[in-house]
């Protein structure tokens, strides 16, 4: 595993961690179902890798590791809330290249576009929108005026590499 050991992400951690996964469990189930449309391969992976993660958790009595995977309801092994903030053009260099990052967006905006600059592609991305792409190899960025919120979900690879799935 080269030096890497899974942990509990810091904003997790403590009191309010398991009531924030609670919250998220009804909105990952739309992400979850377009990853099985959209790339049915990454969901079998990432399913197998849940297991093979909460197996080792068992195996190496980790029990708030173990308490937090079985309330985590995604294959996605990442999430990021990004509120009301102008998204410039980028590229996710930490997620897989063979990935697919989810992205939803909800609040009450106007004029909201995205652009996948590389594709030569831009998208009207009103509330309820969601578009998967690569985020490490699509840059995209997005624009709007209003109140405005992304859930993004994503994979890294370092869990999948940890516990061997391909």
Known sequence: SGGFAPEVSATLKGEGGLTVIIFMQHSVLLALAALQVMHLELYWASVTTQIKLTRWAIENNLSDIYTH???????????AVICNRQCPLHRDPRSAPEGLDVMTSVGHYCDGLMTLSNLGIQLQYNSGAMVGCSGHIVRHGVTFTGDWIVWTWFIRNSLHNFVGTP
């Open 69 to 79: 995977l079985q309330l985590w309801a995604s294959v996605f092994n990442c999430t």
